[in-house]
């Protein structure tokens, strides 16, 4: 017969002091620092918003983790509750105890070695239970009035923010909005610090008046998908000024822009002192790519350009740019380069063989003789780790040639092969069928052979069949 484990004597004593709300002032005057965590936890558990003002009001530690808003929840009682016990002063003097709280974390993985004190028993996280109330309408964007400054050290919050609109149309309701309305509120005494950002067909005017409430240099990722083609300039302009005071981005990500976007707004983007991934996944850079590239002052290490439509000029650009000798991951897929090689292609592959890790010419519409020609500057690549080609129309003696010249990168250990020409019939550059998987897999034996006989079995062969 199972039993449940008795309660310790500190779940006890918090129980106790749970009983009476009214006096959980005084009793945290006294409170061990050590038994804070877990009243908390019991604090939390039972809904006593009370005595979560209180904690929070008195806690001795610089951070307070509560588990991520985005995958887990918090009543909006509670969460007022918290909110509550950063902006209140005690009114109650016989709690002289003042909270050495700076940060709230919402995040699910803070970087806690920020704070040399934090609780390594802070409250478990929450589990989903229901959406936050829908806060006031009137009361969630920022305004341009002024607003008295607080009179001591702001908290910051820290999370993660989802920003979902739906064919233009836009409604901040849920933990976003009611945050937003609170800092707003706080006079200053309250920061929101989001560390990530993810905007999915949210309008530009919305966004700019969202991220006049963040503090923009707290940000260090950003995701922006926007597939419709209405928008004013602008807003736009507006939007990327903010952008560009993300000083400490190092991540961006930026999908689905309108056709008619103007790539000159790039060049608000300068400021960015500390970007190091840039994923681009839109049509309107073809021939512009330099307005892109050129505002930005510190080499990139990851260049992802999806679908751009690039051209020679663009190739031969990237090629002499700042980036070409510090990136790290090319990615060039779903990008017509049968017109690059030879030419551009070859210089710049060249010029990032000293530190290029991953390459990525997936559905690039490369021949048979372009691939041959780019091997003189794979071979150069000795830091090369992974490289991706296949959705190309090469034959198995191409692909087999491909190989016995990269053997020799000892640092290549994934590489993901175009379907042979002779295992399927191709319709077009990218589209093909009547796969022949019998004889697909006789070419997948040959290769694995091949490469086993040059020493190299430990190099991961995979097409595109066998990752669907």
Known sequence: MSRQDPLSLVDLAAQSLLSDEDSIVRALEELPVDLFPTLSIAAFDGGHTKTVTAIVQAWPFPCLRLGSLRDQSITQNLLEAVLDGLELVPTNTACPRRSK?????????????????????????????HMLEEPEADQLMPNSREQPQCDREPVEIHTDLFLDGLFGVFHLSGFPSYILQRVEKSHGCLRLCCRTLVINQVPFHSLVEILGVLELEAIRELRLHHRSRFCFQSDLIRFFTQVGQMSNLGNLIMSHIPWDFPADCFSLLSPLGHLQKLHLIFGCLSGQLHKMLSSLQKPLETLVINGCRLTENDITYLSQSIHAARLKELVLCSNNLSETVPGPLEVLLAEVSGTLQHLNLRSCRLKEAQLRALLPALCCCFCLRSLVFFD?????????????????????????YPVPAECVVYLDEYRWENLNRVELARVHTKLQEMLQALQRADMELTNSTSMA
């Open 101 to 129: 709280l700076k940060v709230l974390d919402f995040t699910h993985d803070f970087e806690r070695s920020n704070w040399e004190e934090c609780s390594e028993t802070s409250p478990v996280p929450f589990v989903i239970t």
């Open 392 to 416: 190309n129309v090469i034959s198995t003696s191409g692909i087999m040639n491909v190989l016995q010249h990269l053997a020799g990168l000892k640092e290549l250990k994934r590489v993901q």
